[in-house]
């Protein structure tokens, strides 16, 4: 399994908000930022918040991100059917010396 | 425009070799980390290996360490992973990233590597 924690899938409605949380430990979100991907169907994932909060040029800001102590947070507001995708959260881990992912959440725009 | 561009990527039997290229264009290949990330099929994102601007600093997976050989050609605008002792729990699309902001913020478009007899 994953060193980071994710839900396996989260749904809401279209115009809705949704948030997808990310647990770790210590050793990962203790001492580093999170960043937040997106991965559109057959795609490669895209990078949507850095920084624990920040967005890349070219990212509305109907994405957030937070990060309070262990855990972390990416909320999404105004869902679009466009916005259907696997969510990952990742990290550096200094424990494994490795980059590390949560298992990824599928978004499902009812 | 920042693009990287996977390639490599095909059949081969358990125990054999493989080496994919990532050609970036758009940046200065030297400026940056540069890591691999793998997908098996229907499943998450699992980090490979990174290596920092100059080539003298690189780190693996538990899962790779001693398989695989991560390297750059800076004046080639290249980025490379040798991948041998081949097994099937290999199989993957593997993708190039970029590191900065920080966070991957850039990614190629995939190769897959199928490991099968």
């Known amino acids: 399994q994953s060193v980071l924690t994710q839900p396996p899938s989260v749904s809401a409605a279209p115009g809705q908000k949704v948030t997808i949380s990310c647990s770790g430990s210590?050793?990962?979100?203790?001492?580093?930022?999170v960043s937040w991907y997106q991965q559109l169907p057959g795609t490669a994932p895209k990078l949507l918040i850095y920084?624990?909060?920040k967005r890349p040029s070219g990212i509305p800001d109907r994405f957030s991100g937070s990060k309070s102590g262990t855990s972390a947070t990416l909320g999404i507001t105004g869902l679009q059917t466009g916005d259907e995708a696997d969510y990952y959260c990742g990290t550096w881990d200094s424990s494994l010396s490795a980059a590390v992912f949560g298992g990824g959440t599928k978004l499902t725009v009812l | 425009e920042v693009q990287l561009v996977e390639s490599g990527g095909g059949i081969v039997q358990p125990g054999g070799s493989l080496r994919l290229s990532c050609a970036v264009s758009?940046?200065?290949?030297?400026?940056?980390?540069m890591h691999w990330v793998r997908q098996a099929p229907g499943k998450g994102l699992v980090w490979v290996s990174r290596?920092?601007?100059?080539?003298?600093?690189?780190t693996y997976a538990d899962s790779v360490k001693g398989r695989f050989t991560i390297s750059r050609d800076n004046a080639k605008n290249t980025l490379y992973l040798q991948m041998n002792s081949l097994r099937p729990d290999d199989t993957a699309v593997y993708y190039c990233?970029?590191?900065?902001?920080?966070?991957?913020?850039?990614w190629g478009q995939g190769t897959l590597v199928t490991v099968s007899s």
């Open positions: 210590s050793s990962n979100f203790g001492n580093y930022y």
């Open positions: 758009g940046f200065t290949l030297s400026s940056y980390w």
């Open positions: 920084d624990n909060d």
């Open positions: 990233a970029r590191d900065s902001l920080p966070g991957f913020d850039s």
């Open positions: 290596m920092n601007g100059d080539g003298r600093f690189t």
